[in-house]
């Protein structure tokens, strides 16, 4: 029921979401609980009416006084996420919740105060869920549409209607008190947020006791970086500052001191079609506009999946993807900001515009999302993929030691001051494309460093060892690798981030390695078991332990 609004920039494709068709609908945590019932909801521009479309005989209302607690219901759960798409099954049952949420036009105070928080992809989190039902309410007996109402959807004028009195009438009203407590956990990199998630998966579940769910929150404490945020309704309110201690020990009372403060914590809403003697033509118009409202909806939810992407990719440019420069990151925020300016206008446009010009709005921004989209996975692939006379650092896989500066020649690995280096096309016409993407598997290239102009990564005769020599005076076949990637021979272009193996042309049975000692750079047998004796990762000069 909730987490779709923790991010302002980014979420669902809110297909799960849609209102087409939908005879029963849902709002959680409305902002106005006082509202009346049989007032309408207008499930075409995501509105209320403050309008009364339908009359109706009594109201219902149910508690279950077998309960000692006289809770018709009560759960307190703890769930964890390992991403936000995870969170699209908690809107299922929401309809209004989620596509207002996702247009921007909801008002809930769910919305007010969880939209403040945000999530980003090396975000790990847990969800202690407290939800208590004291009552539901409902109308009963016959119901029919309002006089005026009447008249004015007889008279056949359905889009005046719907725009006066919408699509749905407020029928039910489930009262009680919600709880949710986010915990969390921030990572450096995707590497250490699986660990993180993992950890956290085995905390979640149903609270046994008070000392149990005391033992899994301090558990969690311990597992990195912890942020808070905490909502509650229908319950008595938090006090001061958010505390570790002082937040558990309130959801632990939160239960009990529900009675007297209980809220309106669902509204539920009834297709006006559903009522006796309903034009079906009527019924085929809320069809076809709310099919048009589907659409804009779909096409807001992937302009905000642009901008997640985009919001990823910052989170991500200090780890794993530390290969994008500057100039890339702002042609990103270029398209992040035109984003945002579409979105801004087609959610004015479903809200001004007539129902009848809906389906022109969204054939107007009918495939924007997508255009930006692939903007965006250009940009990407072009900062990402290595080309020719490209600054880069050697790393050897699955350690924290890069190509270092030579000793006497001696080529040599360290985790400390990374050697700049690029790759140069052997022979051929290599040297006039500064720009060629540089192919795997079996691309011929010399490594050099600008650091040593005019000398070349060689092997030499009757030696394991690496050396740099002048290219002037060795044979250049010693000099020259061919590349292979470790993981993905389908894979055409080297992109930093790869690992891959570099093989001699001239002795094709050795491979550019390090010693057992993980000092000096040397040459190993292609048979050799140890893939991470010879298995390299290329970076950016300025991604390193020295480099920050």
Avoid at 225 to 234: A, I, K, P, Y
Avoid at 251 to 267: Q, S, T
Avoid at 284 to 308: C, M, N, P
Avoid at 452 to 472: D, I
Wanted: proline fraction near 3%; charged fraction near 25%; charge should be negative.
């Amino acid at each position: 029921m909730f987490l779709g609004l923790l991010l302002q920039v980014s979420l669902l494709a809110y297909g799960g979401a849609s209102v087409s068709g939908k005879k029963v609908i849902s709002e959680l945590l409305p902002d106005d609980g006082n509202a009346d019932y049989g007032t309408g909801f207008n499930s075409i521009n995501l509105c209320r009416t403050n309008t009364q479309p339908v009359v109706y005989e009594k109201l219902s209302s149910r508690t279950d006084n077998s309960l000692k607690s006289n809770f018709i219901s009560q759960s307190f759960q703890m769930k964890h996420y390992r991403s936000r798409d995870e969170l699209k099954t908690e809107f299922d049952n929401a309809e209004i919740t989620a596509t207002e949420s996702v247009m921007g036009t909801s008002k809930s105070k769910f919305t007010k105060i969880l939209s403040d928080n945000s999530l980003s992809v090396l975000d790990s989190f847990i969800l202690v869920d407290i939800d208590v039902v004291t009552n539901v309410e409902h109308v009963q007996g016959r119901m029919s549409l309002a006089p005026a109402a009447h008249s004015l959807l007889m008279a056949g004028n359905y889009t005046d209607f719907i725009s006066q009195y919408g699509t749905h009438f407020l029928r039910k009203k489930v009262f009680g008190g919600k709880l949710l407590f986010l915990v969390k956990i921030k990572s450096f990199s995707q590497q250490e947020k699986a660990k993180v998630d993992d950890a956290m998966e085995k905390l979640i579940g149903a609270i046994g006791n008070d000392a149990d769910f005391k033992r899994r929150m301090e558990t969690a404490k311990k597992l990195g970086r912890l942020e808070m945020s905490l909502f509650s309704v229908g319950g008595p309110s938090y006090q001061g500052d958010l505390e570790f201690d002082k937040v558990i020990d309130f959801a632990l009372d939160f239960i009990g001191k529900i009675p007297g403060y209980e809220e309106v914590i669902e509204n539920e809403y009834l297709g006006i079609w559903s009522l006796q003697n309903i034009p079906r033509d009527f019924v085929s118009a809320i069809f076809r506009y709310q099919h048009a409202t589907d659409g804009i909806i779909d096409i807001f939810s992937g302009l905000r999946e642009v901008e997640k992407s985009i919001s990823d990719i910052g989170y991500l440019r200090f780890s794993e993807m530390s290969w994008l420069s500057d100039a890339g990151w702002n042609e990103l925020k270029a398209v992040d900001r035109d984003s945002k300016s579409q979105r801004s206008s087609l959610q004015r446009r479903l809200q001004s515009e007539d129902i009848a010009n809906l389906q022109s709005v969204k054939s107007q921004y009918d495939g924007i999302d997508d255009t930006l989209e692939e903007e965006v996975q250009e940009i990407v692939l072009k900062e990402k993929r290595y080309t020719l006379k490209s600054e880069m650092v050697l790393k050897l896989s699955r350690t924290n030691r890069y190509m270092s500066s030579p000793s006497n020649a001696y080529a040599k690995v360290s985790p400390y001051y990374p050697l700049t280096m690029y790759l140069e096309k052997a022979g051929g016409d290599g040297y006039s494309h500064p720009l060629r993407f540089v192919a795997l598997n079996n691309e011929v290239v010399h490594l050099r460093s600008p650091d040593y102009p005019g000398q070349l990564l060689c092997m030499a005769k009757n030696s394991y060892y690496v050396f740099w020599y002048k290219e002037t005076g060795v044979y250049l076949p010693y000099c020259s690798w061919t590349l292979q990637h470790a993981e993905d021979p389908r894979k055409q272009f080297l992109e930093f981030g790869d690992e891959f193996v570099l093989t001699n042309l001239y002795w094709d049975s050795w491979l550019l390695g390090v010693g057992d000692d993980l000092n000096w750079v040397e040459t190993r047998r292609s048979t050799d078991p140890d893939l991470q004796k010879y298995t390299w990762k290329m970076e950016k000069p300025d991604y390193g332990p020295t480099r920050h």
